[in-house]
């Protein structure tokens, strides 16, 4: 619509200024003909957006460029390009565009007398070092994590998958936050259908803001209407890389260390990518105790509260009295003694995390004293009843995904309302909506409990048990089923050692 | 990707928790006394005859269903009525599992629960199931297969670790004679359980049949799941005596009951209670499925309003006993006319493929 007149340098320059509102972080630097005492380029950036070094030797590229040239060629980027030293070229024809390279990091040279302008990419600005990322942390692995910027995260990726077929493919979404998103996969082992139904998911998104993975996730994922993720995230490089190689694809956000990865299937979020570094054996004993603590984290309080209950003649005689001793004298029912214990568990971890760092040892004390033992003394609630609370708190966070641990929580609540008004008959009437409910589950036309529920007995070798390397021949079916070896049908011992 | 094809496997995890179902609930062949195990053999091998049957029919015409199959062969009035006949019977087999299951757990977990309350959450539930479909049905037997089957061999396990099992029981053999065998056998037995695998006419289309091992491993599963009930039906006999079996509600439980694992939990029966409610449940939403299914196709409602009428006229049902004595004893009495429905009927559908499709052939060539 407006394509450059640029007979007058000056009033582009107010119009780029005007089109920011004369924002004040917006710079321009006129650069002036030496003999002719006439502006002769206009350097445009943002403030904060580009790499200052590398601005340096640009405007110190343009600052001769305007010192030597006399005649001016018609084309701005053939007298520019071989004179600015760094970054990509690219024209810019319209003002529009010119702006938009501008808030993308861009530096914007206008030339007085010239159609267009150009704009080199030379994006900085702060941003965080690498760093151990806080939410995954693992004993043995690498211990580098993304960060806030896509560029330095995609080279993380890239720099554990050496292959020309590792993929990635951007795309802008936001209308406001303009933000990059990266779809990484690695050709020949991803599944076309589920890369095209990505692709599709993400074109139809039409948001005025991303700020975080997070909303990708809510706007791509096959259902809004369950509590469990059908999208992991991870900000750790390793673990994308060895979802990319059992054909998943990643989207990388622009601003947030958390890169989505999908599909994904129930099973895949009581993994860590520590199960794949240390023994097998060990791994996999890691993994039982993840499982086991996921009954325990879902099931344990309303099993407590229906037995205590209503089915008290399961428990052995003896527990029974000691029970009921600690019991007697409670005012709560066992089904409010324990929502009151959960809530208030639920409320001490909400402050650990939204507190200031330096607080938290008051939190601890007035946590674990005040609302623990000091209870108990008082004859509010039972000792039992802390332990089992307790318990199945810190269970809660042996499940590495905090999407699934939130999920459970969550389900924890209704199946201890359940059993409080209906006892062990009430878990059951809970828990078979929640197993049609995952059984019904898919994350990007995958069945979420996949080698379960649809069978399919090759992913058992790395399920609840991982097994040895030398037996995880293949990639997991289904979604590595496309390029399914990892290593040739005879590798055995030793041979590889040989070579 | 193939995962939006039903996978005989999930299919074969449905027979196979659905045959079990509520068939370990009761004693089995009780007037055959030490001798049920025969009159059981005798009787599962007529389930195979018809189960024989049907897969035949699914094999002829492998597209449709029971109730589709019935408007086309049987012309459009009379496979109506014949489709009404069956969604009848699905439903009324579905109120008296959900009978069994509320009476089971009134008397076992919930005490003072009433009978109305316990029964209108287990058709929530129920109905919940069914809402999803069969497909998802057959997944979630999948699911619950493992359980069920740890379930049963851990009580096999401790029933024999701690020597109850007095297989001594088994004599004398034959001590009256075939007479009572024979009348255990025939009819009731052939129609609960074994003949019941008719509700699979309906389910059968949903899975890729066309495999060639489809019908062995069915067969197989069939067999193996008739050697369960069998043993565990023998099994109950051996631990209780039959004088006391035959007198028991639960003669199961109360096996279970006798293992001791004191120190650690009394009353193991409770745990028990679950296996048995997850095949039961699991039987219930397959017969309330494959009445939904006939509903919805018979008066072209939707499936989710098929289902929520099905659930209420389930939950009427399920109150035509006053008692669980008036229960057991009419389910007695309707044992003979089922066989109405797996094996007349079948039959009559099955003739009538046969002539249709005869006639068809020499038309085509």
Redesign the interface.
């Known amino acids: 619509m407006d394509g450059l007149d640029n007979g007058d340098l000056s009033s582009i320059v107010e119009e780029l200024r005007c089109r920011l509102g004369g924002s004040s972080d917006f710079i321009v630097r006129l650069i002036q003909d030496e003999r002719n005492r006439i502006d002769k380029y206009a350097v445009c950036y943002i403030d904060g957006l580009v790499d200052k070094s590398l601005l340096a030797f640009l405007l110190e590229a343009v600052v001769a460029e305007a010192r030597e040239d006399a005649v001016h060629p018609s084309d701005l980027a053939a007298s520019l390009a071989s004179r600015v030293p760094v970054g990509a070229l690219a024209d810019a024809a319209t003002e529009d565009s010119l702006v938009q390279a501008m808030l993308n990091g861009e530096v914007v040279i206008i030339g007085a007398g010239r159609s267009g302008g150009l704009s080199v990419a030379i994006p900085g600005g702060p941003s965080r070092s690498i760093e151990e990322p806080s939410s995954q942390t693992v004993v043995r692995g690498p211990k580098d994590g993304f960060t806030e910027n896509l560029a330095d995260n995609l080279s993380l990726v890239r720099r554990r998958l050496r292959t020309p077929d590792l993929r990635i493919e951007d795309r802008i979404l936001g209308r406001y936050t303009r933000t990059k998103i990266a779809v990484v996969y690695i050709h020949g082992i991803v599944?076309p259908?589920?890369l095209d139904e990505l692709r599709r998911r993400l074109d139809k998104i039409d948001i005025d803001s991303i700020l975080e993975s997070g909303y990708i996730e809510e706007l791509i994922q096959d259902t809004a209407w369950t509590p469990f993720p059908t999208i992991q995230n991870t900000e750790r490089p390793d673990s994308v890389s060895a979802y990319l190689l059992e054909g998943h694809a990643a989207v990388l956000v622009d601003g947030t260390p958390f890169a989505l990865l999908l599909p994904v299937t129930f099973f895949k979020f009581f993994l860590s990518s520590e199960d794949y570094y240390q023994r097998h054996d060990i791994a996999s004993f890691v993994r039982m105790i993840r499982f086991f603590s996921f009954f325990v984290s879902l099931l344990l309080p309303s099993l407590y509260i229906a037995v205590t209950t209503?089915?008290q003649?399961?428990?052995?005689?003896t527990m029974l009295i000691s029970l009921a001793a600690q019991r007697e004298g409670i005012p709560l029912p066992a089904l409010l003694e324990a929502l009151l214990m959960e809530l208030t568990f639920e409320v001490i971890r909400e402050a650990g995390i939204r507190m200031p760092r330096v607080i938290g040892p008051a939190i601890s004390i007035v946590g674990a004293l005040v609302l623990g033992q000091a209870a108990v003394q008082a004859g509010l609630v039972s000792g039992a009843m802390v332990i089992i609370v307790s318990f199945t708190a810190i269970a809660s966070f042996v499940i590495p995904a905090l999407g699934m641990s939130a999920a459970i929580r969550l389900m924890r609540f209704l199946l201890m309302l359940l059993a409080g008004s209906?006892?062990?008959?009430g878990v059951?009437?809970g828990m078979?909506?929640l197993?049609?409910h995952l059984?019904?589950l898919r994350s990007f036309?995958?069945?979420y409990?996949l080698p379960?529920?649809?069978?399919n007995w090759g992913n058992f070798k790395d399920l609840f048990f991982r097994m040895p390397w030398r037996v995880l021949k293949q990639r997991p079916a289904?979604i590595g089923?496309r390029n399914p070896r990892r290593q040739p049908k005879r590798n055995r011992h030793g041979e590889g050692n040989r070579t | 990707?193939d995962?939006?094809t039903?996978?005989p496997?999930?299919l074969i995890a449905c027979l196979a928790l659905y045959e079990i179902g509520s068939s370990t609930l009761f004693l089995l062949a009780a007037e055959a006394k030490q001798d049920a195990w025969i009159a059981m053999t005798m009787a599962s091998a007529a389930g195979f005859v018809l189960l024989a049957l049907y897969l035949a029919m699914h094999r002829m015409d492998p597209a449709r269903d029971l109730f589709s199959l019935c408007r086309t062969y049987m012309g459009k009035w009379l496979g109506k009525a014949v489709g009404f006949a069956f969604f009848g019977y699905f439903a009324y087999e579905a109120s008296r599992n959900l009978r069994d299951l509320v009476e089971l757990?009134s008397q076992i977990?919930?005490n003072d629960?009433p009978l109305f309350v316990?029964a209108l959450?287990?058709v929530?539930?129920v109905s919940?199931?069914a809402r999803?479909g069969g497909r998802?049905l057959f997944?979630?037997s999948?699911?619950?297969f493992p359980f069920v089957i740890v379930g049963y061999l851990l009580l096999i396990f401790l029933l024999t670790g701690q020597h109850l099992i007095h297989a001594e029981n088994l004599f004398p053999v034959l001590e009256n004679g075939w007479r009572p065998v024979f009348r255990a056998a025939f009819p009731s037995l052939v129609s609960f359980p074994f003949g019941q695998t008719v509700l699979f006419l309906v389910f059968f289309p949903l899975v890729r049949t066309q495999n060639r091992n489809f019908t062995r491993t069915v067969y197989l599963t069939y067999a193996a799941v008739s050697i369960f009930l069998i043993a565990m039906n023998q099994l109950i006999l051996f631990v209780l005596g039959q004088s006391i079996a035959e007198r028991v509600t639960f003669p199961l439980l109360e096996s279970v009951q006798l293992i001791e694992f004191?120190?650690?939990?009394?009353?193991m029966d409770?745990?028990f209670?679950?296996v048995l409610?997850l095949g039961l449940?699991l039987k219930l939403a397959a017969f309330f499925t494959g009445a939904a299914t006939g509903i919805s196709q018979l008066t072209g409602i939707g499936y989710r309003k098929g289902v929520f009428g099905t659930g209420l006229l389930i939950y009427g049902l399920s109150f035509i006993s006053p008692n669980y004595t008036h229960h057991i004893w009419l389910g007695k009495v309707v044992t003979y006319w089922f066989t109405i429905f797996q094996i007349v009927l079948p039959l009559l559908l099955f003739i009538a493929m046969k002539l249709d499709l005869g006639k068809r052939r020499p038309g085509h060539g």
């Open positions: 599944q259908v589920i209503f089915q003649e399961m428990i052995p005689t209906f006892g062990l008959f059951l009437i078979i909506p197993l049609l059984v019904a036309g995958v069945p409990l379960i529920a649809p069978l289904v089923s | 990707m995962n939006r039903t996978q496997s999930s757990t977990l919930l629960t316990i959450l287990s929530a539930v919940n199931t999803y998802i997944l979630c999948l699911v619950l004191s120190q650690v939990f009394e009353r409770i745990f209670v679950f409610f449940g």
